[in-house]
């Protein structure tokens, strides 16, 4: 079993959509919780992080996280095509340790 | 200044070539990180330096080596690769609690 497991897409949504996506991880001792963004060529971006279980929202983002299950989502709300690219969920594996593990990620596509 | 650097962007090399990426950041973070990435697949741990000191090497061959000469730089030094290495090499700070990323330096190994 890996790590840190994303759907690799590719999503489409239209654009002004919901686009939801999932990650689930391994190590029930996982502490923090990240969703990058990353567009072709370019390197990760942090969108968020998220720390305690439920949801916490910036902007058109939302995290949501239930340590009892595993998983960890990010919703997109109002999709534009700008936010067509990659999305990375990363797990910090270990409370004070410094390891940092990426999910295969989700590939996103906003339809205009 | 949120910004970590990394030179050279682009840099090919010969597998018989010795080269270095550097990484810089002033943020005052004290744990540093150096991930490889190939096309369309996810960032790979290399390795962690924290306090300057070497504390995650996620088995990685020793044409490979990393060196953290003090807390705002980390170099990457490159002997011998081989083509697979070619890859995006993602240097990344750590502090408060979030991990942020320069723009990475692409490597084509000939």
């Known amino acids: 079993q890996k790590e840190v497991e994303q759907n690799s897409g590719p999503l489409s949504v239209p654009e002004g959509a919901i686009a939801s996506l999932n990650c689930t991880y391994s190590?029930?001792?996982?502490?923090?919780f990240f969703w990058y963004r990353q567009y072709s060529g370019k390197s990760p971006e942090l969108i968020m992080s998220i720390y305690s279980n439920g949801d916490k929202e910036d902007g058109r983002f939302t995290a949501q996280l239930n340590k009892a299950s595993q998983y960890v989502s990010l919703l997109i709300r109002d999709s534009q095509p700008s936010d067509s690219a990659t999305y990375l969920c990363?797990?910090?594996?270990?409370?004070?340790?410094?390891?940092?593990?990426f999910g295969t990620g989700t590939r996103l596509k906003v339809l205009a | 200044d949120t910004e970590v650097t990394q030179t050279p962007k682009h840099l090919v090399m010969g597998m018989t070539n010795k080269k270095s990426l550097k990484c810089e950041q002033h943020?005052?973070?004290?744990?540093m990180y150096w991930y490889k990435q190939k096309a369309k697949k996810p960032p790979e741990l290399m390795f962690v330096y924290s306090y300057e000191k070497l504390s995650i090497n996620e088995s990685v061959p020793s044409r490979f080596s990393p060196e953290c000469p003090n807390s705002s730089l980390l170099n990457l030094h490159l002997h011998a690769l081989q083509p697979e290495d070619s890859a995006l090499y993602l240097c990344?700070?750590?502090?408060?609690?979030?991990?942020?990323f320069g723009e990475g330096s692409r490597l084509t190994v000939l």
């Open positions: 943020m005052g973070h004290r744990a």
């Open positions: 990344a700070s750590h502090g408060a609690g979030e991990l942020f």
């Open positions: 990363a797990v910090n594996m270990k409370t004070g340790t410094y390891k940092y593990i």
């Open positions: 190590d029930r001792v996982s502490q923090s």
